[in-house]
């Protein structure tokens, strides 16, 4: 195997716990004197006043803009010209998803690095080098990516504990999938988004990411229905967000996230968060894989103990017809992760593993 190299990327720092908002000023602080903050209007109003005096603290002078809508070429076109010509030290994207990914288009355009300070944990993208992009319909036309890693990740775990319990769900059932995809990724002929074979350690990662999400996941959930940050919050909020990160980046993704490509078109179903997308589509990978039904009944089970999905009906497709699910079928196979698989698969083949879980969910 000379001359075949593989590649192993992360974030150079990820930084959580309660206020780990307030290390931002000292983190940015290395960049320059003029960071880019992006975040929402709702963000802005609940903390712009907290992180502007935190990097001010810093001896920075931030600039702080406002974005709101979704991710396409033209609003990050906008961000920049709204600068006037000025390239900052780097971009702060704070907030849920958006803006991060705002931040990332911003960076990636710029040349600059990029700080990503998620505020809910509905999904692993702050510590990815990923950007979806979308056109003006919502319909995801790309997935770009940054030619760095993020240049840190912060994570203040009372943001978390304050936010929606459905977002940290979420972002379990995007995380439970990675060994599983990883680990077929690693076993057959699969490559990571960083375009190479995986090494050991991203398999290791994803691994340890679902051990933590069976061992806390729950009380995790718990802690943040009553506010609170916990051990069990602390260690899942990292499986989610670090862990899922590194494993996908590092291991690759396959048929768990290749359904999402077929649920966002369905009936009912498309309305659904990603990581309730994810958590059925792990249900269904293991249904095509031929696993014994005995491992499916026990991952139903787990799934039914968080709140997630595992049937079509719980995503919101009432009585899903042969029709629909030949179509969610057939929209999977348009997904460039699904060669990451160990075996070959068809959409019939797929539509079988849907029924499958179907009836064992019922
Ligand atoms: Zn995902």
Redesign the pocket.
Known sequence: MTGVFRIFGAPHRYIQGPDALDALGRVAAAFGPSPVVIADAFILERMGARVEANLRDAGLTPVILTFGGEITYPAIDALITSLCGVVPAIAIGIGGGKSLDAAKGLALKLGIDVITVPTIAS??SPTSASIAMYDDQHVMISVDRLKRSPEAVIVDTKLIAAAPALFLRAGIG?AISKKFEAEGCLAGHGITPFGTRPLITGIAIADACYRVLRAHSAAALQSVERGEVSDALEATVEAVILMSGLG?ENGGLSLS?SL?RGLVKARGAKSAI??QH?AWGVLVQLAAEGRPDAELVDMIAFHRSLDLATTLQQLGMDNATDAEIADIAEWTMTAPHLKNLPFTITAADVALAIHHVERLAA
């Open positions: 999904n692993d995007d996908f996230h999402t990603h990581g994810v």
